[in-house]
């Protein structure tokens, strides 16, 4: 674990703040977007958390965090110059090396690692879709980065306050056509399930960003398994064929001592 | 050169229980749900012990709960588990998912002997082949280290679970100790199937910029690599003193780690923290080499290399 | 961000005794002869620990004597000395060849009470600053360890050496049991002016290929990084329960690792195998190391530092 | 430490044979002539052996062994195949960045680094000029590597049985003008002392490898301490200056507990 200072935080919508820390770049070479960080808060706790930023030159990284309770609330509004730890990044991001159009679809902070992931997209020159929903207007974060990567940006709001008013999953269902796409997807696990069953309908394969109850991080002690899968490890990012297999998948996940719990919604 | 020869046999048994491979998924890795654990046969083990588990549920510590070092890993996970008797379900649904050729030891604990042996017992009803009673888990306090650190009180231990359970019952040990034959001693002499060696070592880590502790429990077990050599170490010594069999544990991480510690004299091995840095491949990939090792310098089973280093005479050139 | 100062003192003081800087030569390292360890202070070292020494001279174990591993080594030198008197000759040479100003230890054994309190008695005749009595070496059987691990013979050891020399008297402390506290207590109750902790932990290596174990004592002592976050847990558990300055020792490579310690509650540092990798040079790069961060973050003091990580308010962020 | 089988033994002379041994090449990059290894002899012994060749492709080394006591005569005498443990490179080697003439001077089987570090002076350009002393006739090695590296190579016996008859200083006293060379010398420690003497006669800078006691090898144990120098790791290889100011030089070592004693010869 690095533990580094905030060089700079950035508000990215009403809930939520970009946190830049600059680790050594040494570990960083191989890093793919999909994967995430373990992210210290001393004296509060440690929570998994997306990159969603990655600058060269000088090298830094950024998070962006969405206050939901304790860990979020706290790290979103630490002062500048405070101090958290960064280890990773661990996991498995998104393969970006498929040739057809790439829809990047997402719901509330789940943008953080699509919007990385899109950028490195364009970049090796993919034809990209963006479909982003949030609550409501206030939520709407990277709006500009979205719309930098391709004008076939689309945003939805659940109350209709910002864009097309409806669930982002609605605009996904106009956007497809048989075969002719990919979709990364992460956001709530219902939000994803339905992607899962449009992409399925529509022949197109699908990634989903995956969530659970992260304590090592590392794929250790198991806490983030999802049928037999540890999220951290062999995750996030599924395949829609992985997922397919996960009878837990959309009904349970593990509480903090292993105990199967149905699903209750994430509040993101 | 000693010559070559086709297919060594890895299979071992420990009283009465086959295990197709000595490599076993080690106590509270990647063994939450049974799934996990089926995940892990799936990908090579042997077989695998359960995380331990007892009678009431426990959350376990608050995160950060593991500290990720270069050649090891601090946790501090605290025995998170959802209790034995939900576990069950996990069990069940570890022998839907595998062939019925890989055991299941489940890895009990407990604040007083009693709880011991009430847990053991729950968790026998479901049918796993083993019980290993750890008794040295460093980083929950009154929850074992203290039963384990003292020969009188695991004597006590294995005798109460002995008359609870009818499955053959492992005990492990922690090499916080000032001799861990003694400690070995006890469970030979109180009728205990096998020893598993060692458990983690108690360690911090602390971060100098805020000077805090990182893990929020203080104190956690240092495993991985680090301790190798005072797992291989205390393998040696249980070996050469006494006859009960020993599951080996602590920082195996290839092939010539495994065949270090059967030459000390294991009879069956454990992996965990490998897990974090190879995944479950490192199953496969140890169970290969183990083979391909084997091959080449012409031992045809376990049998012949256990324990080499403990007699001069059958020391090679 | 904190305010930055110049020169931070890094001196310390121990029972008395001013050191300098807290780094220093750990025994057994380098400190074979008097030039030697006058070597290691002018590379930086704030004072130096002598080999252990015993009334009779020792060849010490037969070639191999050290297992050089990646993240430490296990070592069975077997406790090698010319005999403390004749030893005298080199704390001579070391007094001749230094300023004054950087203390000398003198660690010392034996194989009885009497044994240890004659050769602390002998060296002490010299002029060193301290005895510090080894009472942890694994890998010399009868000679250490035994003693080192009971709280009652820890006890009488000291008030027989106490009552046989008139300088402080330091005792070196063993992982290797069940609670490192007890027997720092032991020390604190029988008078020591400070615990040194920890040596090193019984270990071994096997060669795969012949089937040997490499040293030719079998077991050795793990030292180097391996054995930090277990150096780290001992320091901050004695220093948050005793008053009993303690001297830390446990894989201490760049002063990151010093920083630790101090915040665990060290008082000060001693330095071994990382001398193997960055020969004597670690002294003056640790201690610029520690005097930059100290710049950095605001520290004007190494009781600034010590043991912040002991308390809740003494954090920072 | 790497255990290898003997690849190959060669003889050298009546009292010396090499032995081959092919370790994991990625320890060596760094390896300069003057170094080391610490040989393992299972059940026997360990003990240091200067490296006499360095073959590439495939990657390979030597250590030549004159067999003078139980661990150097078996290790000269175990058979190909046998098992043999390798730790190391270690020790400062040869500089041999001068620009000047190179004389190497050795006696015995001090001829093993002399000879490899001949060649790589040579193949940096070095002009060289090899004195090379042995008891007598049977025991001359390595003639034919002396002979390509320079023609200007001159053998001395000490009984006449082969080439100059007399010692090998009496060779270099000849040899040597006011300034106008460097030496690099292995061999017998009074040996070396009479070739300092001789080399600040001529103001000719010297490099001489030491030989004491080892234990650890490492630089931790001390065992091979001369004059607060550690042998294995500030040398072996050490100049001149540096041994002028180590009155244990030509006088004593230490036994293994660490007891001064004094110096008694060398049997190479
Ligand atoms: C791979 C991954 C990437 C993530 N990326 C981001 C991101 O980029 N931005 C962002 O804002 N959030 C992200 N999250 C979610 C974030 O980790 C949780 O919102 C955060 O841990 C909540 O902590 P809390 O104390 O604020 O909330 P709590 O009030 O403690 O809990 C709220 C919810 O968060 C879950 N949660 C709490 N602790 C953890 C934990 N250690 N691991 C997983 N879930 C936890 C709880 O189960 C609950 O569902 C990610 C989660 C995962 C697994
Ligand atoms: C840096 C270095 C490079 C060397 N290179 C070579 C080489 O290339 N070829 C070669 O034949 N010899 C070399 N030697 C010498 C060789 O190590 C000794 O000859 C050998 O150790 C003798 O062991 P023995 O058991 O055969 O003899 P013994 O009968 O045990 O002793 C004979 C002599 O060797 C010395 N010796 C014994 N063990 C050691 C040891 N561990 N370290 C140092 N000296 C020891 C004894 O002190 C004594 O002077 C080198 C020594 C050093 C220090
Ligand atoms: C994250 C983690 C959790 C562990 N949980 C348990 C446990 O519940 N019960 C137990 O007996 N040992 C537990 N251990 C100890 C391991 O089973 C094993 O004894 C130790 O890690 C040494 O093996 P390794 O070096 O291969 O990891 C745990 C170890 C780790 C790293
Ligand atoms: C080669 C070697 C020799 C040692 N000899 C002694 C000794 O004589 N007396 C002693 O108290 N400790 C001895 N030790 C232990 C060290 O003093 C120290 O406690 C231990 O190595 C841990 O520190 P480190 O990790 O910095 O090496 C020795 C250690 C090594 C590696
Ligand atoms: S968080 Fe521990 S295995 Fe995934
Ligand atoms: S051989 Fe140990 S210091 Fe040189």
């Known amino acids: 674990m690095e533990v580094l200072r905030i060089d700079e935080i950035r508000s990215e919508c009403r809930s939520s703040s970009t946190l830049f820390v600059s680790p050594d770049p040494e570990k960083w070479p191989g890093f793919v977007p999909g994967q995430f960080v373990m992210v210290w808060i001393p004296g509060i706790d440690e929570v998994p958390m997306s990159v969603s930023y990655i600058d060269k030159d000088p090298f830094r990284i950024g998070i962006t965090v969405q206050g939901i309770g304790e860990a979020t609330e706290s790290l979103r509004t630490l002062p500048v110059g405070s101090r958290i730890g960064i280890r990773g990044p661990y996991g498995r991001g998104f393969d970006l090396s498929g040739k057809k159009r790439l829809v990047g679809i997402c719901g509330g902070v789940g943008a953080a690692s699509i919007v990385l992931a899109l950028e490195k997209a364009k970049d090796i020159g993919r034809e990209i879709v963006v479909l982003s929903g949030f609550r409501s207007k206030e939520l709407v974060m990277f709006e500009d980065r979205f719309g930098r990567i391709t004008p076939d940006t689309h945003i939805s709001t659940d109350d209709g306050s910002y864009g097309f008013h409806g669930l982002v999953t609605d605009l996904l269902r106009k956007e497809l056509k048989m075969n002719d796409a990919e979709l990364i997807a992460c956001g709530p696990e219902m939000m994803m399930k339905v992607v899962l069953d449009i992409g399925s309908e529509f022949g197109v394969h699908s990634q989903c960003s995956l969530e659970r109850y992260m304590k090592c991080g590392v794929g250790v002690c198991d806490s983030c398994s999802v049928s037999g899968h540890r999220v951290c490890q062999d995750g996030p990012v599924f395949t829609d064929e992985e997922i397919e297999a996960m009878p837990e998948f959309g009904s349970s996940h593990r509480d903090r001592s292993g105990r199967v719990v149905s699903l209750k919604e994430c509040v993101r | ?317």
């Open chain 2, 1 to 317: 050169m000693a010559p070559e020869r086709s297919d060594p046999t890895l299979d071992v048994e420990i009283s009465g229980i086959r295990f197709p491979n000595p490599l076993l998924l080690a106590s509270g890795i990647a063994d939450e749900t049974g799934l996990s654990m089926a995940k892990a046969v799936e990908r090579g083990a042997g077989g695998v012990v359960t995380k331990s588990l007892s009678l009431d549920l426990r959350e376990g510590h608050r995160n950060p709960v593991v500290v990720d070092l270069q050649n090891g890993m601090i946790n501090a996970m605290g025995l998170p588990n959802p209790g034995a008797s939900h576990y069950i379900r996990e069990i069940e649904e570890y022998r839907r998912h595998t062939s019925g050729k890989n055991p299941i030891i489940a890895s009990v604990f407990g604040s007083t002997i009693e709880g011991y042996a009430e847990c053991a017992r729950t968790i026998a009803a479901s049918g796993v082949d083993a019980i290993e009673l750890n008794g040295s888990c460093p980083n929950a306090e009154g929850l074992g280290l203290e039963f384990g650190q003292d020969p009188d009180v695991i004597s006590d231990l294995i005798k109460a679970v002995r008359s609870a359970v009818s499955i053959p019952v492992f005990f492990k040990l922690t090499p916080m100790c000032n001799d861990i034959v003694k400690l070995a001693s006890a469970c030979q002499d109180a009728g205990a199937d096998a020893v598993v060696a060692i458990n983690t070592m108690k360690s911090m880590k602390i971060d100098i910029r805020t000077g805090r502790p990182v893990l929020t429990n203080r104190f956690g077990g240092l495993s991985g690599p680090a301790i190798k050599p005072v797992g291989v170490r205390c393998t040696y010594e249980i070996a050469s003193r006494l006859d009960i069999p020993v599951i080996s544990v602590g920082g195996i991480s290839n092939w010539e780690d495994a065949v270090e510690y059967i030459m000390a004299g294991a009879s069956a091995l454990q992996i965990g923290t490998a897990v974090a840095w190879g995944n479950l491949d490192v199953f496969s990939r140890i169970r290969s080499g183990i083979s391909g090792f084997m091959r080449a310098e012409g031992y045809s089973s376990l049998e012949e290399m256990r324990g080499i280093a403990l007699e001069v005479k059958r020391w090679r050139s």
